[in-house]
């Protein structure tokens, strides 16, 4: 059997151990140290846009301290995009609040500002002004960011901005992470850079970092005593694992690279298939840290359920791939909570499919991936290679 192609796995750059002997020589085995201090700077100088950053031990926490720092509690609501991971709508219920989910719309595959302004106004006239904005950049696709900030100006609401998978990814040429009162990172295995499990907090200044820290470690008030004001979290990133995040950020550009020429060989290839979409840059003003390619079938040529017969076509061949997040309005545990939109991101989840885009994939693993596309379009000329 040939060995197991994955979607997106861990890609380590050569130094994270470096800095990881380092913490053990200086014994910082702890959720704070210099690790944590060189990570959290590397990324704010690469994020630049003057925000501080606060490295945390997930992007659901960095997700959930934002709901808190915007005083989101019982019986809020917030507007969350439907077409995300669990992890961006979660943490809203934690704090027991009501998710409002909206639609995708088709160009970036994100959150449609129609839907979310025809949501807003809905909300505002039944009394309940939105507390927050959840916009994401799905597979390191920037949403639609002039829009939706736009729209959050208008009404005055913060936007948090999940930025887990894009890292790497600007709008403008400004990073993403950056355009929200909050942004969110994650550093999760199959992320574009890896802590083996982490996130960060991006935030416009010093005095909302102390916050977050402040809360990200039990909330402990000025005392020589363990005093408490406040109810604290445990969410601080372990010196280890930011020592790894260190050796990833010298690699983090060369992983954006590596991610887009995997798109531009699948981009390649489905420009000469009928009915096959690949998830684009709508204009020169995105760029994608593309990392998951996805693509959309269209039912009409290639049938209902040829994504999922292609999915368990890879698999056969030890090949990972993935449908679409399913949106969370369809979610048996959001079962009930309002949605505004029409059918764009359910048709997505219906007939697309995430396919294997690691930066550390080999020629030869590109080669059997293109063999499984071309049984699957059944395609009479051998596979040309042209990774
Ligand atoms: C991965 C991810 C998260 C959560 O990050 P963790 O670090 O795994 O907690 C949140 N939102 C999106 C869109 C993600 O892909």
């Known amino acids: 059997m040939n060995s ?3 979607l997106s796995s861990p890609h380590m750059g050569g130094t994270e151990q470096q800095y990881i002997n380092e913490a053990f020589e200086s014994n910082w085995i702890a959720p704070l140290g210099p690790n944590v201090t060189g990570f959290e700077n590397s990324l704010q100088s690469y994020l ?16 959930h301290l934002s709901l808190i720092l915007l005083g989101v509690g019982q019986g809020d609501e917030v507007i969350c995009q439907s077409m995300t991971f669990s992890a961006s709508a979660n943490p809203i219920a934690y704090q027991g609040a ?18 979310l302004e025809k949501a807003i106004i809905d909300r505002i006239s039944l009394g309940k002004t939105p507390k927050a904005i959840i916009a994401v950049h799905l597979y390191g696709m920037p949403y639609k960011v002039d829009e939706i900030n736009k729209i959050a100006q208008q009404y005055n609401i913060p936007v948090i901005e999940d930025s887990a998978e894009a890292l790497g990814s600007t709008y403008k040429g400004i990073s993403c992470g950056t355009f929200g009162e909050f942004g969110i990172l994650s550093f999760n295995g199959n992320k574009i850079i890896t802590t083996s499990g982490g996130g960060a907090l991006a935030v416009k200044n010093a005095e909302l970092k102390k916050k977050a820290v402040f809360l990200a470690t039990q909330a402990r008030d000025e005392a020589p005593h363990y005093q408490h004001s406040v109810i604290g979290y445990n969410y601080r990133m372990s010196n280890i694992c930011a020592g790894i995040g260190r050796g990833q950020m010298e690699v983090l550009d060369d992983h954006v690279q590596l991610r887009r020429k995997v798109n531009q060989y699948y981009v390649t290839y489905f420009g000469n298939i009928e009915g096959v979409s690949v998830l684009q840059e709508p204009n020169s003003d995105y760029f994608s840290n593309h990392w998951l390619t996805a693509i959309y079938l269209d039912p009409k040529i290639h049938g209902e359920k040829s994504a999922e017969d292609l999915r368990l076509l890879f698999e056969e061949n030890n090949i990972e791939s993935r449908p679409l997040w399913k949106p969370m309005h369809l979610q048996p545990v959001f079962e009930g909570t309002p949605y505004y939109g029409e059918t764009v991101a359910e048709n997505l989840f219906k007939n697309g499919l995430c396919l294997p885009s690691g930066s ?3 020629e030869a693993e590109m080669e059997r991936i293109g063999t499984v596309l071309d049984t699957f379009f059944q395609l009479k000329l051998k596979h040309t290679f042209t990774y």
């Open 98 to 115: 009501t998710p409002v989910f909206i639609d995708s719309e088709p160009d970036t595959w994100n959150m449609c500002p129609v839907a």
């Open 48 to 63: 630049a846009n003057n925000v501080e950053v606060a490295a945390l031990s997930s992007g659901t926490a960095a997700l």
């Open 4 to 6: 197991k192609i994955w």
């Open 360 to 362: 550390n994939l080999t």
